[in-house]
């Protein structure tokens, strides 16, 4: 049992910086993958990125490679997505979820993650 709570959304403007947070409660934090997915208006839940553990892995959407970027502090339970040079199309709710950590990981995949948070909008004004 996993609870998750984001925040840090907003409303920026075109090229601003946003840092949303997710901060864990339940049972070990460090026993869960960590993943950051968001879903706009009218669209599916898209993938944006992953965390393994202990942070030694991390993977990103195309969409958003180069702009930003995970991680975590398993000794604050929180894990945190660096936003850079937002664009209106990152406008979205974002959510956190934990998986359970397993032989095989498939991080982009709604499925393998067991725990969601609520979301945090983010709003990218043109």
């Known amino acids: 049992q996993v609870q998750l709570v984001e925040s840090g959304g907003g409303l920026v403007q075109a090229g601003d910086s946003l840092r949303l947070s997710c901060a864990a409660s339940?049972?070990?934090?460090?026993?869960?993958?960590m993943g950051w997915f968001r879903q706009a208006p009218e669209k599916e839940r898209e993938f944006v990125a992953a965390i393994s553990w202990a942070g030694g892995s991390k993977y990103y959407a195309d969409s958003v490679k180069g702009r930003f970027t995970i991680s975590r502090d398993n000794a604050k339970n929180t894990v945190y997505l660096q936003m850079n040079s937002l664009k209106p199309e990152d406008t979205a709710v974002y959510a956190c979820a934990a998986g359970y950590i397993r032989s095989s990981w498939f991080h982009d995949r709604v499925n393998e993650y067991d725990y969601w948070g609520q979301g945090t909008q983010v709003t990218v004004s043109s």
């Open positions: 339940g049972r070990t934090f460090s026993s869960y993958h």
